[in-house]
C-alpha cells in the first residue's frame, strides 16, 4: 500500500496532474504531497511529468530515493530523463496512463501496468433553477466577501431562492493562494448556493449577464470610473449591485442605474423597478462607451 501521492505542482487550479495526484490520494486516503514535503514517506507513489522538473527537485528526488522501503510510479508522459529512467527501473510498478507510454517501456517487461485517467469533474451538483440569480466575474483577489455577506444578508432576507455564479480569473500579478483563500470564504457564505464557472469567454459572459437578476461587484472605497467589469454589466443592461462612494463616478445613482449595497435595506424585485433600473444603466453606459471615449480623445 502507497503511503503517500508525490506530486510535482500541488495546485489542482493549475495542473491537470495536480488534480488528478490530489483525488487519488484522496481516493486511497493517503496524503497529497509536494517532493520537499516527502521525506517522511515510506512507499510513496510517484506521479509527475519528469520533463517538468527542475535540477533541485530532481536532487531531492534523487536523494529521497535511498529512503524508501519501495516505490510505485505513475507516468503521464515519459520523458526519458536519466531520473526517471533510475526510479523506473527500481520501481515495484510501473503505473502507466496509456498503452503508448507502456510500449515505449519494454525493457521494464514484468512490472508495468497499463491504466487509465477517469475524468476530473467530479462535481455532483446540478444548477436548479432559482428565483433570483447573482452573478460576479472579475479578478479572483479582488473579490470583496465582506459586501457578499451583506448581499448574501439582503438575500436571506427576501424569503426568495437564490443563487450565485462567479467566474473569476487570476491576475498575473497575484498568487492562486490569493484566489483559493477568496474562493473558500464565498463557499463559506454560499456552501450550497455558490456555483464558480471557471475564467468564461467573452461570449460567455454576455450571456450570464443577459440572464442574471443583479450582477455584483463591489470594490476598496467604491466603484470607480475605470472599473471596467462593471462598465460592461451596465452595457448589457445587467442591474449592477455595487458600492458607491465620494469618488465613485457622479452618473452612477442608487435605484436609478445601480443598486448601492451600503444604501439600501431590501433588494427590488419588482419587475418594473429592474427593467428601468437595467434601461438607465444601458443609457448612461452609452454616454460613456467608446464611441464617446474616442470622440472625447479626438478633441
Known amino acids: 500500500m502507497n503511503d503517500a501521492v508525490v506530486t510535482h505542482h500541488t495546485n489542482p487550479f493549475r495542473s491537470g496532474v495536480a ?72 520501481a515495484r510498478r510501473v503505473l502507466c496512463g496509456n498503452s503508448a507510454i507502456a510500449e515505449g517501456l519494454a525493457d521494464l517487461d514484468g512490472h ?6 477517469p475524468g476530473l469533474i467530479v462535481e455532483r451538483r446540478r444548477m436548479a433553477p432559482t428565483e433570483v440569480s447573482i452573478f460576479s466575474f472579475g479578478m479572483a483577489h479582488k473579490i470583496r466577501t465582506d459586501r457578499f455577506r451583506r448581499l448574501r444578508d439582503l438575500l436571506e432576507a427576501s424569503g426568495r431562492s437564490y443563487s450565485v455564479h462567479v467566474s473569476a480569473a487570476t491576475h498575473e500579478t497575484s498568487t492562486m493562494r490569493d484566489a483559493e483563500i477568496v474562493f473558500a470564504e ?50 448589457r443592461g445587467a442591474v449592477v449591485v455595487t458600492n458607491l462612494d465620494e469618488a465613485s463616478p457622479a452618473e452612477l445613482v442608487h435605484m436609478d442605474n445601480v443598486i448601492d449595497i451600503e444604501q439600501t435595506d431590501e433588494l427590488p424585485f419588482d419587475p418594473l423597478v429592474l427593467r428601468r433600473i437595467s434601461v438607465r444603466a444601458m443609457e448612461t453606459a452609452r454616454e460613456r462607451g467608446w464611441d464617446a471615449l474616442v470622440e472625447r480623445l479626438r478633441r
Request: net charge negative; charged share 25%; proline share 2%.
Open 186 to 235: 464565498m463557499d463559506e457564505l454560499f456552501p450550497d448556493r455558490m456555483y464558480f464557472l471557471g475564467n468564461l469567454s467573452d461570449l460567455a459572459v454576455v450571456h450570464e449577464l443577459q440572464r442574471c437578476t443583479f450582477f455584483a461587484a463591489f470594490f476598496q472605497g467604491g466603484v470607480r470610473a475605470n472599473n471596467t467589469s462593471v462598465a460592461s454589466a451596465m452595457e
Open 19 to 90: 488534480r488528478f495526484n490530489q483525488l487519488l490520494a484522496e481516493g486511497l486516503g493517503v496524503p497529497f504531497a509536494a517532493i520537499e514535503e516527502a521525506g517522511g514517506s515510506r512507499t510513496p507513489l510517484l506521479s509527475f511529468k519528469f520533463e517538468e522538473l527542475g535540477e533541485r527537485e530532481e536532487q531531492g528526488l534523487a536523494e529521497l530515493a535511498d529512503g524508501w522501503e519501495h516505490h510505485d510510479v505513475f507516468l503521464h508522459t515519459c520523458s526519458g530523463s536519466e531520473l526517471e529512467r533510475r526510479l523506473l527501473a527500481g
Open 112 to 117: 508495468v501496468e497499463t491504466l487509465w485517467t
